[in-house]
């Protein structure tokens, strides 16, 4: 049974910092990717980064240069590392793990983040 869980969500002001983390566990094959979505309210889940297990990572526009996707394979465990959030970034992200081999993907119950002054 694999089970992904997303942490380190929180209120921060614009112009702050926040860093999720994404702990996956069970019966996970070395071949996959994760990546982190968002839902904003009112609107669709939409990717914001992806990076393989290998490394390749792969960033929505609206991201790109403030934050940065990273994992420790070792640990089983994603991180998203956000700078210089507006209130734009205000939504619940989602923690993805896709396996290639069975083409099977997990979700997390995702955790909030709000940007407010």
């Known amino acids: 049974q694999v089970q992904v869980v997303e942490s380190g969500g929180g209120l921060v002001q614009p112009g702050g910092s926040l860093r999720l983390s994404c702990a996956a566990s069970?019966?996970?094959?070395?071949?996959?990717?994760m990546g982190w979505y968002r839902q904003a309210p009112g609107k669709g889940r939409e990717l914001v980064a992806t990076?393989?297990?290998?490394?390749?990572?792969n960033y929505a526009d609206s991201v790109k240069g403030r934050f940065t996707i990273s994992r420790d394979n070792a640990k089983n465990t994603m991180y998203l590392q956000m700078n210089s959030l507006t209130p734009e970034d205000t939504a619940v992200y989602y923690c993805?793990?896709?396996?290639?081999?069975?083409?099977?993907?997990?979700w997390g119950q995702g955790t909030q983040v709000t940007v407010s002054s």
């Open positions: 993805r793990l896709v396996v290639f081999l069975s083409a099977h993907e997990y």
């Open positions: 069970g019966s996970i094959f070395s071949m996959n990717y």
């Open positions: 990076i393989t297990s290998g490394g390749i990572t």
